[in-house]
């Protein structure tokens, strides 16, 4: 089944794990990120640029300036930064916001909640702080 | 997250369930599964003959031939299906049957793979049977 992470939710993942690992004041640039995680620095800059709009990154400008994550990081979990560079974690079309056109007729649709609402369940339950833990 | 199945994967799910639908000595023609479960016919076709050499589906040639399950529907789990399709399971490239670069010291992995056998104990629990009951 093709169920793999875009690259950009990789990267995600990737650059707020290296953050965890950081002091809570730290500002870190782009570049450590992306030196320290083998991605490229304008990848990782745009990431974290999004990832701020959504409050799970802080972006602090100019000199002294770079990135934190927004809050601590036992209260961000692994679905979130997914979601939050991805969207809702979707199995099939038909578990879009949007039903699908044999909605509620369709005998596969809760086989594909189940399912997805399993994976959820999962990457709900690792925090950034746990999975850096396990490095 | 990118988690959808292939199209291959659904028509491959939607046939069978067609074939689990019909009596168990029916021998449907793949013309009649293409328009019930508006698929085009040759993808149906190429699709019944491959799954006729995993023995999910037995193919009968000549007149009066056709397709029907390999076994009861009830011992065909969605996830033989889907597997049969597109291979095994895999929710991030280091979950393929070749380890990652990182393992086994890549944290991420223990979390894909926790969260790949939760999909795949749901697929395996709904058999043919269980969601041709559904509709």
């Known amino acids: ?4 992470l875009t690259r950009a939710g990789e990267y995600a993942v990737k650059s707020l794990l290296y953050l965890a690992s950081q002091s809570a004041e730290a500002r870190t640039m ?6 320290a ?10 990431i974290l640029e999004s990832l701020a709009k959504t409050g799970l990154v802080k972006s602090y400008r100019g000199a002294g300036g770079g990135f934190t994550l927004g809050r601590a990081p036992e209260q961000i979990s ?9 969207g809702p974690l979707a199995l ?3 578990l879009l916001p949007i039903p699908c056109a044999k909605a509620p007729d369709c005998p ?6 189940e399912a997805q609402q399993a ?13 850096v833990g396990k490095r």
Chains 1, 2 share one sequence.
């Open 1 to 4: 089944m093709a169920m793999q």
């Open 78 to 86: 692994m679905r979130q930064v997914i979601e939050a560079v991805e």
């Open 119 to 131: 994976v959820e369940t999962v990457l709900e339950r690792y925090s950034l702080a746990d999975v």
């Open 108 to 113: 596969l649709c809760p086989v594909w909640q």
């Open 92 to 94: 099939n079309q038909c």
């Open 37 to 46: 995680e083998q991605i490229p620095v304008n990848f990782v800059r745009k």
């Open 30 to 35: 782009a570049s450590e990120v992306a030196a």
